[in-house]
């Protein structure tokens, strides 16, 4: 059976796009390298077509299907489980733009396109796509609208669900979904799209994607400003909001420990404000000229300054100077992956609760674990946290993961849930926070969830054991 599995999906897509040996650690591993899967073959379709008969040969085999684009997923919901018996479906090379529509701001691409390919394929038409993440130069655009992606832009323009049009997918029989469009308005019965985003690809393979693009902002300014308390950061956050509206498009912040693990190790990486408990990282986008763009930040900056909120601030005199400042933000996942394996936590919670979330979950950690390490950073326009635990230092880092994550895991998860907060902001849920969704979602929303799976999905074929 499987032999004629095989040669069925070597007939799909051609012989030399079935992986069966070699090294294919690149597909079988999670970035984390937390898991470590096996395949029965990684398969390499090149087409819509050729996606649709690879799902059909294995939909008449029974034989499920983990789809993956650049394998950048931080939850394990990209690879294959370790039974060997699972197809790891690539959507790499699929990677056209198909059409650019500046008129109608829209762009169609195939969901192997990399993220920053997008960009750049806007903006080579003076146009922007604003989804924009650490993991930009690796990450697919059909792996972020399965994630429902998030990012530093989500402020002003939202998830990648916000800046979805359509979408075409192949189904769990292996049939066509052509649902491309770029329509902003369509009350045609149930949203289909919205159904797929987010799904995780338990509910179809998504092939390509109609996206939203907006104009290029005829400036950017970013600063970095210091402040003494989280309270204080979220005081910055309303000023800024205030004074600069929908201009306001980044609101970062990173503590201490953090940017001190940035430090030890990047040292190259300048941090013009390594003294600060709280690093706010503001990025203003303005339709207006460079100079009055220019003004109205420092106004603000200089406001705060005089009334206590921030204690000094940074504002970036070039191009290369802002984006240094963004290193150092997106250089964060990177140097805790240096630091060595820890809990992560991406979690939502109402703005105004950060602080005193931060507070009593910290202190509750310490009693727990004294001298555990909290790298505390995120998208704090958004609400969402990266509230991730390091062993105490010199503890071994992998005895701590196996030994304390449960116990770590529900404090954290009790005090969101305490909080009115969600225990995945925009990462998903894969493997690593299915039996905590189980846990914790009601039973009426889980109960529609698993109806829907059955409904999509109905021999539970695609990326089964993943998110229900
Ligand atoms: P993969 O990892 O390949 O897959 C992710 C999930 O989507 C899996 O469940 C997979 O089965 C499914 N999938 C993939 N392609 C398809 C498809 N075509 N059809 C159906 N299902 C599919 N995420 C954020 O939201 N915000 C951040 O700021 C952020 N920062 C990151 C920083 C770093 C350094 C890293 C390593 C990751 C970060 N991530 C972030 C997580 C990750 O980059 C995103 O989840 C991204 O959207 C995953 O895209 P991918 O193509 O790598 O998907």
Redesign the pocket.
């Given at each position: 059976m499987t032999a004629a599995l095989l040669a069925q999906l070597r007939a799909a897509v051609g012989p030399a796009q079935v992986l069966t040996d070699g090294d294919l650690s690149a597909y079988l591993n999670d970035?984390r390298k937390r898991w470590r899967g096996r395949a029965l073959a990684v398969v390499r379709p090149g087409s819509t077509d050729e996606v649709a008969a690879v799902v059909r040969a294995c939909a008449a085999a029974g034989v499920s299907l983990?789809?993956?684009?650049?394998?950048?997923?931080?939850v394990g919901?990209?690879v294959p489980d370790d039974t060997g018996t699972q197809v790891l479906l690539s959507?790499q090379r699929m990677h056209r733009v198909r059409a650019i529509d500046a008129a109608n701001l829209a762009i169609t691409v195939e969901?192997g396109c990399v993220l920053q390919a997008v960009q750049q394929a806007a903006e080579a038409q003076g146009l922007l796509f604003p989804l924009s993440?650490?993991?930009e130069g690796?990450?697919?655009i059909?792996?972020?609208l399965?994630?429902n992606?998030?990012?530093?832009q989500v402020l002003r323009f939202g998830n990648a669900r916000d800046l979805c049009l359509g979408l075409e997918v192949v189904t769990a029989e292996g049939a066509v979904w052509d649902g491309l469009s770029g329509l902003r308005k369509d009350n045609t019965g149930y949203d289909l799209r919205d159904l797929f985003v987010g799904s995780?690809?338990t509910l179809?393979?998504?092939?390509a994607a109609t996206l939203k693009l907006y104009p290029l902002p005829a400036a950017t300014t970013t600063a970095m400003a210091a402040c003494d308390s989280l309270d204080a950061c979220v005081a910055l956050l309303n000023l800024a909001r205030a004074r600069l509206g929908a201009g306001l498009t980044g609101f970062e912040v990173m503590g201490r420990f953090a940017l001190d693990l940035v430090a030890r190790h990047f040292p190259a990486l300048p941090n013009p404000l390594p003294t600060a408990a709280w690093t706010v990282l503001l990025e203003q986008s303005d339709t207006e000229g460079e100079a009055q763009a220019r003004h109205r930040f420092e106004a603000l900056l200089g406001d705060a300054l005089e009334a206590g909120t921030i204690a000094d601030a940074a504002v970036a005199e070039s191009l290369a100077q802002s984006q240094a400042m963004w290193h150092v933000r997106e250089s964060i996942?990177?140097a805790q992956a240096e630091e060595g394996l820890n809990i992560k936590h991406d979690i939502s919670l109402p703005v105004s609760a950060i602080p005193a979330f931060v507070a009593s979950t910290d202190a509750a950690l310490q009693a727990l674990v004294p001298g555990v390490r909290l790298v505390n950073f995120g998208h704090l326009g958004d609400g969402n946290l990266h509230y991730n635990v390091q062993a105490p230092a010199g503890g071994d880092a992998g005895r701590f993961l196996a030994e304390m994550e449960a116990r770590v895991n529900h404090v954290v998860y009790d005090a969101v849930v305490a909080h009115r907060g969600s225990i995945s902001a925009?990462?998903?849920v894969?493997q690593l926070k299915r039996d905590e969704l189980r846990e914790r979602k009601s039973p009426v929303a889980l109960a529609l969830m698993q109806r829907i799976k059955l409904a999509l999905d109905p021999q539970n074929l695609l990326?089964p054991g993943?998110v229900v």
């Amino acid at each position: 059976m499987t032999a004629a599995l095989l040669a069925q999906l070597r007939a799909a897509v051609g012989p030399a796009q079935v992986l069966t040996d070699g090294d294919l650690s690149a597909y079988l591993n999670d970035w984390r390298k937390r898991w470590r899967g096996r395949a029965l073959a990684v398969v390499r379709p090149g087409s819509t077509d050729e996606v649709a008969a690879v799902v059909r040969a294995c939909a008449a085999a029974g034989v499920s299907l983990v789809p993956q684009g650049g394998n950048t997923g931080l939850v394990g919901g990209g690879v294959p489980d370790d039974t060997g018996t699972q197809v790891l479906l690539s959507l790499q090379r699929m990677h056209r733009v198909r059409a650019i529509d500046a008129a109608n701001l829209a762009i169609t691409v195939e969901a192997g396109c990399v993220l920053q390919a997008v960009q750049q394929a806007a903006e080579a038409q003076g146009l922007l796509f604003p989804l924009s993440l650490a993991a930009e130069g690796s990450c697919t655009i059909g792996g972020n609208l399965a994630t429902n992606a998030g990012g530093t832009q989500v402020l002003r323009f939202g998830n990648a669900r916000d800046l979805c049009l359509g979408l075409e997918v192949v189904t769990a029989e292996g049939a066509v979904w052509d649902g491309l469009s770029g329509l902003r308005k369509d009350n045609t019965g149930y949203d289909l799209r919205d159904l797929f985003v987010g799904s995780e690809g338990t509910l179809g393979i998504i092939t390509a994607a109609t996206l939203k693009l907006y104009p290029l902002p005829a400036a950017t300014t970013t600063a970095m400003a210091a402040c003494d308390s989280l309270d204080a950061c979220v005081a910055l956050l309303n000023l800024a909001r205030a004074r600069l509206g929908a201009g306001l498009t980044g609101f970062e912040v990173m503590g201490r420990f953090a940017l001190d693990l940035v430090a030890r190790h990047f040292p190259a990486l300048p941090n013009p404000l390594p003294t600060a408990a709280w690093t706010v990282l503001l990025e203003q986008s303005d339709t207006e000229g460079e100079a009055q763009a220019r003004h109205r930040f420092e106004a603000l900056l200089g406001d705060a300054l005089e009334a206590g909120t921030i204690a000094d601030a940074a504002v970036a005199e070039s191009l290369a100077q802002s984006q240094a400042m963004w290193h150092v933000r997106e250089s964060i996942p990177l140097a805790q992956a240096e630091e060595g394996l820890n809990i992560k936590h991406d979690i939502s919670l109402p703005v105004s609760a950060i602080p005193a979330f931060v507070a009593s979950t910290d202190a509750a950690l310490q009693a727990l674990v004294p001298g555990v390490r909290l790298v505390n950073f995120g998208h704090l326009g958004d609400g969402n946290l990266h509230y991730n635990v390091q062993a105490p230092a010199g503890g071994d880092a992998g005895r701590f993961l196996a030994e304390m994550e449960a116990r770590v895991n529900h404090v954290v998860y009790d005090a969101v849930v305490a909080h009115r907060g969600s225990i995945s902001a925009e990462h998903g849920v894969g493997q690593l926070k299915r039996d905590e969704l189980r846990e914790r979602k009601s039973p009426v929303a889980l109960a529609l969830m698993q109806r829907i799976k059955l409904a999509l999905d109905p021999q539970n074929l695609l990326n089964p054991g993943r998110v229900v």
